[in-house]
């Protein structure tokens, strides 16, 4: 199978379009999100087409494990080939939005999907999957309506290899793998022991002898220079920053946290939690998480 062939799959899974046959853009995407995600991977070829064209920017992009239309003038046209051949695999899917998250502030939709991808022409190919879909949308130029410019498909290992080893040929595989990689972090966390306890001695300051203390600093410089790249700030100036801010950061989120609890019941009577057909709404900060119903 080609590597496409996996690819499509997961791009039907992630668009927003039409409630209700609604032919406007997208004016709530938390709302509109759902029926859309059904329309594409299980309406007809043509509401598919009308779908992308209405709610994809033209230079909208497509990323997926293993296929990537990149962004470019006209690059939606390759989107709208990603849906035809994941139509052409399998007329028929089953599939569920089991949440949707959406970030107001950087206008990014999160969506968490379980579906059943079968390709017809492959005998006894079934492949139940689980991804989070990203959705970066934008504000259509002629109005204040929402668009879809970009959208990357997650998998974790263990599900995205069943696209091309089905069976539980593939998970299983994985499930192997995982567990011999357990075991070695469980072996080499105990060999490296050592290391670790000399990593916080270094932490609090109180490492003994110029060997121990030369090989922190060794240690610590390679990292900052990768972290940063080479050529980087200096190392303690950037060090002093990085607590400056993370003090500053924890005592924002300790405000946060008490304003929240003061104010949670205004919160959600502005926000309409609990609103008819809305689903099981949650706040945090511009995040919006809703189950749907």
């Not at 924002?252 to 099981?280: P, Q």
């Amino acid at each position: 199978m080609a590597p496409c062939v996996v690819h499509v799959k997961a791009a039907s899974i992630l668009f927003l379009a039409h409630s209700g046959g609604n032919k406007d853009i997208m004016d709530d995407p938390i709302q509109e999100i759902t029926p859309v995600v059904h329309l594409l991977t299980q309406g007809s070829p043509q509401e598919q087409e009308d779908t992308i064209n209405e709610y994809f920017t033209p230079d909208a992009s497509f990323t997926h494990p293993f296929c990537q239309t990149w962004s470019f003038n006209g690059s939606r046209k390759l989107i709208h080939s990603i849906f035809k051949w994941y139509k052409i695999m399998s007329p028929k899917i089953d599939l569920q939005v089991n949440s949707v998250a959406y970030d107001e502030a950087n206008l990014i939709l999160y969506l968490t999907i379980t579906q059943t991808f079968a390709i017809w022409f492959i005998p006894f190919h079934r492949s139940p999957v689980t991804l989070t879909t990203v959705l970066h949308l934008t504000r259509s130029p002629t109005s204040k309506k929402y668009l879809i410019k970009s959208q990357n498909d997650l998998y974790q290992v263990d599900q995205f290899v069943r696209f091309f080893l089905p069976w539980g040929i593939g998970s299983s595989l994985v499930t192997l793998w995982h567990a011999w990689a357990t075991f070695f972090c469980v072996v080499l966390a105990w060999i490296f022991a050592p290391f670790l306890r000399l990593e916080q001695a270094w932490a609090e300051r109180r490492t003994s002898g110029g060997a121990e203390t030369g090989l922190m600093k060794t240690v610590s410089r390679i990292e900052e220079e990768r972290m940063r790249g080479f050529g980087g700030r200096n190392g303690e100036a950037a060090r002093g920053e990085e607590i400056a801010a993370a003090e500053t950061l924890e005592d924002i989120a300790g405000r946060v946290r008490v304003s929240g609890r003061e104010t949670d019941a205004e919160v959600r009577k502005l926000m309409g939690f609990g609103s008819e057909g809305a689903g099981d709404k949650t706040q945090f900060g511009s995040m919006q998480v809703v189950r749907p119903n």
